[in-house]
């Protein structure tokens, strides 16, 4: 069984940062490619950022220069560190594991709230 637990969220006002983690279970997870996505209220979920297992990494536009992804495979944790934080940020993160740019991996975890706000 394949489990994915996110953590780190929380309230933050803008300019700040927070950190997110991943725990993964039940995968290969040296073998398995991360991602990060994001859905906030009446959009799409989306993309923000993707780590292979050989460590190249992808990052929407959105967010590029302001979040980092990352990934420590003896703890099996993949990491999103989020910087300059903007209210438009706000969404329910979401870990995934497998898939490519394309199309998502059919494992997800439950997703952690990050909401920026003054």
């Known amino acids: 069984q394949v489990q994915l637990v996110e953590s780190g969220g929380g309230l933050v006002q803008p300019g700040g940062s927070l950190r997110l983690s991943c725990a993964a279970s039940?995968?290969?997870?040296?073998?398995?490619?991360m991602g990060w996505y994001r859905q906030a209220p009446g959009k799409q979920r989306e993309l923000v950022a993707r780590i292979r297992s050989g460590g190249s990494t992808n990052y929407a536009d959105s967010v590029k220069g302001r979040f980092t992804i990352s990934r420590d495979n003896p703890k099996n944790t993949v990491y999103l560190e989020m910087n300059s934080l903007k209210p438009e940020d706000t969404a329910v993160y979401y870990c995934?594991?497998?898939?490519?740019?394309?199309?998502?991996?059919?494992?997800w975890g439950q997703g952690t709230q990050v909401t920026v706000s003054s």
């Open positions: 995934n594991a497998g898939g490519n740019l394309y199309y998502s991996g059919e494992s």
């Open positions: 039940g995968i290969i997870f040296r073998l398995s490619a």
